[in-house]
């Protein structure tokens, strides 16, 4: 069982710049992936960012050159960090690990970007 909490969400201009951070219960070493997804009132959930235990990286095409998601397996965390941010990139964001069939998630952290 992982648990995942995250943090840094909050209420920002657009251009501005917010650091998500994902905290594992245990060690991320070992898992396949670990992602970042978010969700917009009646909207479905989307990928935002993965990186993989390897350290491959894969962004949703809305977030590309603005989005950086990196891991600290020392510190069992996972970051978002997003500049430039826009009006629709307002969503609450989740943290997501997946390991074999296997996938946890976190409770959310709201971002909401004002224009």
């Known amino acids: 069982q992982v648990q995942l909490v995250e943090s840094g969400g909050g209420l920002v201009q657009a251009g501005g710049s917010l650091r998500l951070s994902c905290a594992a219960s245990?060690?991320?070493?070992?898992?396949?992936?670990m992602g970042w997804y978010r969700q917009a009132p009646g909207k479905q959930r989307e990928l935002v960012a993965a990186?993989?235990?390897?350290?491959?990286?894969n962004y949703a095409d809305s977030v590309k050159g603005r989005f950086t998601i990196s891991r600290d397996n020392a510190k069992n965390t996972v970051y978002l960090q997003m500049n430039s941010l826009k009006p629709e990139d307002t969503a609450m964001y989740y943290c997501?690990?997946?390991?074999?069939?296997?996938?946890?998630w976190g409770q959310g952290t709201q971002v909401t970007v004002s224009s």
């Open positions: 245990g060690s991320i070493v070992s898992l396949n992936a």
């Open positions: 990186i993989t235990s390897g350290g491959s990286t």
């Open positions: 997501n690990a997946k390991h074999l069939l296997f996938d946890w």
